[in-house]
């Protein structure tokens, strides 16, 4: 990998390699909490209670994927940090075209998918000290060579791979130093104040703009059309009852998809 590696942070202080391991989101923790510097990398062959978003599990099978997490200590405040999720995303997708040349759509925050299918998905967990963001652990799941017939029923017609995308297997190694190139570049971007054009880039590949999704919050449940994403990352909908527009947190929104009638 380090053949690949450009980074300056990300990857540098400290690296780990496991064969097997629970969760290297939980694993990052652990060093964070003792004292684990910016920049360091857990990574595994497989994980056995991989870790998704909104408390779901993560398919982690040996040999086929990457599954990574880093230790962050971002200068920000804890509203911000959707924006660092958002950066995350946009500098995994950038970094994937820029191996692959297949342009990952991002479906808001920062799932990425290709023709559909999710191929990666970012967990992202803060420690918030005295109101400060005191780390960020930043997990990232990609189905590299990861096949159809290695798919659970449950997930099989959602998921991809960069394999079923592209019908090649990709070298995992350069993968994973191309994501830590993207995505240090996007986190350096957010960090040193240009927010603005990190989040115009992650705009032209925000499939959810424009699309029909459902927002829960308490027991209500809205539908509306995602407009645009503000500038702390949040995705601002327009109802459809009333044209007022709300901004939403990520665990309320699910994309609504178009059936054929609605979409001819
Ligand atoms: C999602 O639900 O989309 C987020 C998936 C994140 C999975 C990665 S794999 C490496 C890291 N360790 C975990 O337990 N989860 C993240």
Redesign the pocket.
């Known amino acids: 990998m380090n053949r690949f590696l450009v980074t300056s942070v990300l990857g540098r202080p400290a690296l780990e390699f496991h064969e097997t391991i629970d969760?290297?989101?939980l694993r990052a923790r652990e060093l964070a909490l003792a004292g684990g510097q910016e920049g360091t990398l857990v990574a595994a062959e497989r994980?056995t209670q991989?870790?998704?978003?909104l408390g779901?599990a993560?398919h982690?099978p040996p040999g086929l994927n990457l599954?990574?997490?880093l230790i962050l200590r971002p200068p920000l405040s804890p509203e911000h940090t959707t924006c660092l999720t958002l950066a995350a995303g946009l500098g995994a997708a950038e970094a994937i075209e820029r191996i692959t040349k297949r342009r990952p759509d991002i479906k808001w925050p920062n799932?990425l998918l290709i023709s559909g299918r999710k191929i990666c998905?970012?967990?992202s967990e803060m420690e918030v000290r005295a109101g400060r963001a005191d780390f960020v652990i930043l997990?990232?799941?990609l189905n590299v060579n990861l096949g159809p017939e290695h798919l659970p029923p449950e997930i099989a017609s959602l998921a991809g791979s960069l394999l079923i995308a592209t019908g090649r297997p990709w070298d995992r190694a350069q993968l994973l130093a191309a994501l830590l190139n993207g995505i240090e570049g996007a986190y350096f971007d957010l960090v040193r104040g240009r927010r603005a054009a990190i989040l115009s880039r992650y705009r032209e590949h925000c499939v959810t703009l424009g699309s029909m999704v459902e927002v829960a919050q308490g027991t209500t449940r809205r539908r509306g059309r995602a407009v645009d994403i503000d500038e702390s990352g949040g995705l601002i909908v327009e109802s459809l009852d009333d044209g007022r527009r709300i901004t939403v947190d990520a665990g309320e929104v699910t994309l609504i998809k178009p059936t054929p009638l609605e979409n001819p």
């Open positions: 969760s290297t989101n994980q991989g870790r998704g978003r779901r993560w982690s599954y990574f997490s799932d998905g970012i967990l997990g990232l799941g």
